[in-house]
């Protein structure tokens, strides 16, 4: 579930804290890096925890039709079928998702309110009248639970608990978008472990990850030797923050991942800047970055394997 973009974030912010405060150790840092990670992975669950929170709200909805003294033919024809369906069912009645969430306490951080809210919302969409008026395949079900959680993405309410619950929502927001999408599509899940394939890989979070981390930190100022000099007329204790720490984790992953393309790092890190730093640092960012290349490609430091990893 855990992509390398999602990791570089992290150590980037792991980084950051370092930069602010210099007592932090290394210790602490990979710590703290292994919580941020399981916080991804919490996020998920959180995600599917909240949205199965919401569709119950459909029973709710299906007794007050019912008490109606003068029920029109759409409050005649409804049915709970958004929590009822086989899909959601899965979810609800999955053991050991059910436990991982309570484990989690994730009750705790749920507004009630909030939740019938944004099924009230949702209920006035024609998407959700249709879906109750006709007969559901699977797919079809499928389709409107897809449907359904573009809505709450859309919603301010459903925003607010995942960003109160989780900080680092807005940072995993399109990880874990991706992950949910991928398990309501895979659903029903007759085995009751599909949640668990949406653990962080070993391969980015330790190989890449960690070593990222542990490298930036201990040959920092042999890292800086190598940028210093290309910064030409630009004061390298006066830059932004943020671009010296890109610099050093790009430097890092051209020098010490051999698997990783160069290309590759070049646009990872100017992504991260554009998003993550000043107007102008995408721009320097990228100049600087492609005369270090060229540099340590001409120093033969520039080592990767295989064809044309280099370009």
Known sequence: MLSRRSVRIKVMQLLYSLDRDETLTGKALRSSYKHGVNQSYELFLFSLHVLAKITHH???????RKSKHLPSEYDKAFTDKMFSNALVQDVVKNGSLQKKFKSLDF???????????????????????????SDSTRVEHIELLLEFYRFCRQNEFFNETLEDAYFNWLDDKSLVIGAVKKYLKSLPDPDNNAFMSFLPE????????YNLLDICIDRKEEIMAYVIPVLENWDHERLAIIDTILLRMALCELMHFPTIPAKVTLNEYVELAKTYSTAKSKEFINGILDKLMKDLDAKGLLKKEGRGLVQ
């Open 58 to 64: 459909a029973q709710e909805d299906l007794s007050k």
């Open 107 to 133: 009750d705790a951080h749920i507004n009630e309110d909030y939740t019938r809210k944004i099924y009230e919302e949702f209920a006035k969409t024609e998407h959700y009248k249709n879906y109750i008026t």
């Open 202 to 209: 070993d391969e980015t979070v330790q190989e890449f990850g």
